[in-house]
């Protein structure tokens, strides 16, 4: 064998993972060449201490549980002057060019039954746009609305980023210069046996996953994304994720109150259906601010109401963030690093003797959230529902792309009321058919500068564009 075999060998069975090794001399010479690289390329260190996290005790088994400070979505007193006071500040940060957009996008559509990157997915009502098209258009309403020229920052993965990147060029960027938007691939980790022993996909591979969607931050750092934002004066990231077509990344009131405060990442709620609805709240867990699990709650804070008869813990996460660039800085140094979340499952892992057999593997992800605990100060902020939060995550049923495609065109509805446009009559479904154009605003009092609008006439009803 040469040189490098014994070099990978050495490293190996110093790392304890040796075993991967078994059946290389069953390799033909381009195949362990093509092995030799993939092990080389296996960051032992991390291996290590994804073994630690294993090795470690579960945590406190009685946290102690708080809810957050919410700056409310009705809002009386002196709250409604503050909000006025912060939609200004906001509103200077992104005539600035002082806010870039950050969008998670790393995920197939083969839930949806579509053989795509997610934000292909074709989601306009009536115009057909994909999730990538309806945030472009956003963003350049955005640049249009506050005189600036924004940037995107898009993070895809191993599996679609060659795909993405195609996309967007294919469609000329939906307008936006190619030079705006800034692509970089999201890190994947080995996955390990419960014994802490790296699995193999095939005989010449490693199984990868991805290491979730807190995993942008290191990415930023190490794709040259921080750097790049800094240079173009950027000092702040509206992060959103793809499959959320009614995410406002530029939302003045709420960069506004995220700069007043000081704070250095904030977000967006929306209050709970109820206390059954299984979904993640913010809250202070052991005087952290996180993202508690619905599991993680006991049943009797779940349910608990204050005096008013409303949730206590009612504020659902909808991975909408405010995140200072500075932050992502001091988080990607290596001084402060997010808690690991184990997935426990089967999967195809390749065995030298039988082949591709079903075992039980640990994939390692981290959240983004999980960053708030680090922030001394972090604003949150209720919107409605209705207005900012309809992902497309299932096929059919809840969140699937017939609930969220109603839900735009119940909110477009409203919008062209109340700006005096026509609407079509609603149809069987329950809800008009009517898709406005983002290039036209996403509040009511964008719509007051285009007078009275025209629309374009679909079979179904009408597009406004």
Known sequence: MGSDYQQVRAALEQAGQQHLLAGFDALRGPEQAEYLRELSALDLA??????????????AQDPRFAPPQIFPLQRQGSLEPRAQTARARGAEAFASGAVAALTVAGGQASRLGYDAPKGVYPIGPLSGWSLFEIFARKLRAAGARYGFRPLWYLMTSPA????????????????????????????????????????????????????????????????????????????????????????????????????????????????????????????YLDDKLSCIEYSDMPAHLRESVDERGELVYSAGNIAIHAIELGFVEELTRGALELPWHLAKKKMPVFDPQQGLVEREGIKFETFVFDALGFSPQSVVLEVAREREFSPVKNASGADSPATTRADMCRLHAGYAQRAGWEVPTAGSEGHPWIEIDPLLGEEPEHFDTHGPRHPQRHPKGHLYS
């Not at 291996?47 to 945590?59: D, K």
């Not at 040259?224 to 173009?232: F, M, N, Q, T, V």
Request: glycine fraction near 8%; avoid cysteine.
């Open 160 to 283: 679609n980023d060659a795909q993405t990147r195609a996309y967007f060029e294919e469609r000329g960027f939906f307008g936006l210069a190619p030079e705006q938007v800034f692509f970089f691939p999201q890190d994947m980790l080995p996955a390990l046996s419960p014994e802490g022993l790296v699995i193999r996909a095939s005989a010449t591979s490693l199984f990868r996953a991805p290491t979730g969607h807190g995993g942008v931050l290191d990415a930023l750092q190490r794709s040259g994304a921080l750097a790049h934002a800094r240079e173009h004066r950027v000092r702040q990231f509206a992060y959103f994720q793809v499959d959320n077509p009614l995410a406002s990344p530029f939302d003045p009131l709420f960069f506004g109150l995220h700069l007043a405060e000081g704070a250095r990442m904030s977000s967006k709620v929306v209050k709970k259906r109820d206390a059954a609805e299984k979904v993640g709240v913010l809250g």
């Open 46 to 59: 991390r291996v290590a201490q994804l073994r630690s996290v294993l090795a470690q005790p579960a945590g």
